[in-house]
T-cell receptor, first 114, second 114 residues
């Protein structure tokens, strides 16, 4: 079945460092890909998405490119801030399915130190 | 601007007790979902609904039941709680679509079964 694999955390960075969180997927068909973020004590919220190959999603300085050839959707940010500390989830959604069900990776905890 | 509201936020149950978690959304979304979040496992889909009066099983449905009598509400029931159901439960909703629409999450219910 479909699945998402993302790098284990925690990832600890200093402020203004470059961030990469790796995400790869296995899917039949052509899924949409998402990054969701969970701040402490809150629910998940959409960070960015891409719906077809070579699409780049971006938001709040974060970017991810849908790479069909490597089945990847790595999250990057050029300069992280303390306020970016959160858990990041990579997810895919079944294309064309009448459910919008999401399949999540295990999540990566990011801790940014001043 | 409430979005998705879950009730209660915290609960402690004894093994064998029953309870119902309530999810309410005010965005007129067609689809609603219940996920559970466990350490190292990401979010897993319990049950979902694509419309009023319809429900379907997700990845981990055993031990849970759901109902969607009104479009805006999605109830998750535990008939006889077990320690394995200790988890954080998230409700989400989304518009109907081709797998590329954003899911909106509630703030979660932290359930402990002792």
């Amino acid at each position: 079945g479909d699945s998402v694999t993302q790098m284990e955390g925690p990832v600890t960075l200093s402020e203004e460092a470059f961030l990469t969180i790796n995400c790869t997927y296995t899917a039949t068909g052509y899924p949409s890909l998402f990054w969701y973020v969970q701040y402490p004590g809150e629910g998940l919220q959409l960070l960015l998405k891409a719906t077809k190959a070579d699409d780049k999603g971006s938001n709040k300085g974060f970017e991810a490119t849908y790479r069909k050839e490597t089945t990847s959707f790595h999250l990057e940010k050029g300069s992280v801030q303390v306020s970016d500390s959160a858990v990041y989830f990579c997810a895919l959604s079944d294309y064309g399915g009448a459910t919008n069900k999401l399949i999540f990776g295990t999540g990566t905890l990011l801790a940014v130190q001043p | 601007n409430a979005g998705v509201t879950q009730t209660p936020k915290f609960r402690v149950l004894k093994t064998g007790q029953s309870m119902t978690l309530l999810c309410a959304q005010d965005m007129n979304h067609e689809y609603m979902y219940w996920y559970r979040q466990d350490p190292g496992m990401g979010l897993r889909l319990i049950h979902y609904s694509v419309g009023e009066g319809t429900t379907a099983k997700g990845e981990v449905p055993d031990g849970y039941n759901v109902s969607r009598l009104k479009k805006q509400n999605f109830l998750l029931g535990l008939e006889s709680a077990a320690p394995s159901q200790t988890s954080v439960y998230f409700c989400a909703s989304s518009y109907a679509g081709q797998g590329n629409t954003e899911a909106f999450f509630g703030q979660g219910t932290r359930l402990t079964v002792v």
